[in-house]
């Protein structure tokens, strides 16, 4: 089946810590993966996808096919990145899957 | 210039209601797509549709109605709202998979509220 997991639902860090949010997924093809994040009340905007391999606002995320995991990570948190973050993972026809989305809180 | 855009961005009406909100991308994509973001923040796909026909439709009940009159507008029609109806309903769209990029584009969502 295909599936994306986020397993936390919430993830709260001070500002200057380091991120990490899980993504976890099930396909038995060839993934096409994305994170996805959502400010308080703003649309979904894309953040990275996994082809391209960039930085984006100091995120990173590497595919690891052997452990099925699409992991975005920042080493320093800032208060401007406290949102909901979805993994994505598209399938044929274009649907993407969502996880459950990560709330990350940045206190001061 | 907005890319994705819906209306209306929010919706209070009563239950038994019939509504529609709009959906129209200025991006040239051939794809579009409606998702449901309900209270758990958890988004699901429910329609999608490629040059106006229609080539994912989720398990959704059948008082959700999508209609496509051209390839870059994508509305959806509700009847007969029920309380469990009320979510924020996300209209996006893409370029279709094998033509390049797969990235979706969103609108703003419209929040709908079923009283």
């Known amino acids: 089946a295909q599936r994306v997991t986020q397993p936390e639902k919430l993830l709260s860090v001070f500002k200057g810590a380091p991120v990490e949010l899980k993504c976890n997924y099930s396909y038995s093809g060839s993934p096409e993966l994305f994170w996805y994040v959502q400010y308080s009340r703003q649309r979904l905007q894309l953040l990275l996808r996994h082809i391209s391999r960039e930085s984006i606002k100091g995120f990173t995320a590497d595919l690891n096919k052997g452990e099925t995991s699409f992991h975005l990570k ?10 909901m973050y979805y993994c994505a993972l598209t399938v044929p026809g274009g649907k993407l899957i969502f996880g459950q989305g990560t709330e990350l809180s940045v206190k001061p | 210039d907005t ?36 209270s758990k923040k958890f988004l699901k796909i429910m329609f999608s549709y490629n040059n106006k026909e229609l080539i994912i439709n989720e398990t959704v009940p059948n ?15 509700i009847n007969s709202l029920e309380l469990g ?15 390049g990029r797969t990235e979706a584009f969103f609108g703003q969502g419209t929040r709908l509220t079923v009283v």
């Open chain 1, 74 to 83: 920042k080493p320093f948190a800032q208060e401007e990145d406290s949102a």
């Open chain 2, 3 to 38: 890319a994705v855009s819906q209306t209306p961005k929010y919706l209070v009406t009563q239950m038994g209601n019939d509504k529609s909100i709009k959906c129209e991308q200025n991006l040239g994509h051939d794809t579009m797509y409606w998702y449901k973001q309900d």
């Open chain 2, 63 to 77: 008082r959700f109605s999508p209609k496509s009159p051209d390839k870059a507008h994508l509305n959806l029609h």
């Open chain 2, 85 to 99: 109806d009320s979510a924020v309903y996300f209209c996006a769209s893409s370029q279709f998979p094998g033509q």
